[in-house]
């Protein structure tokens, strides 16, 4: 059995709140029948020393959300049984959000 990497549709929306925070929203789901992966994991961790600054789950649908990120430079993943994690950086600076992608297998 190959394993299909994850988060090939993990689209992400951000909202900047007033404070200057923001929430990340976005579907984790299989790359190539493209049907969300109900309850994936989806931690969100400083890209500075990996620690776990927030954490999620998805719904059945495979929908997440991670509200009140603070400005800064971030790793976010998800993670299912049978699947190949994949690791999506990005940076909150200003008002500005800088995307980049991590290889990791």
Request: charged fraction near 15%; hydrophobic fraction near 45%.
């Amino acid at each position: 059995m190959s394993k299909i990497v994850l988060l090939s549709s993990f689209s992400f929306c951000f909202v900047l709140a007033f404070s200057q925070r923001i929430t990340v929203t976005g579907v984790v789901s299989d790359s190539l029948s493209h049907k969300g992966l109900s309850y994936a994991t989806v931690p969100l961790v400083k890209a500075k020393d990996s620690t776990l600054t927030s954490f999620s789950r998805a719904d059945s649908a495979g929908n997440f959300k991670i509200t009140n990120i603070e400005k800064g430079s971030y790793l976010i993943s998800a993670s299912y049984v049978g699947y190949t994690a994949a690791w999506k950086a990005f940076n909150f600076v200003g008002n500005k959000i800088m995307f980049t992608w991590v290889p990791f297998s």
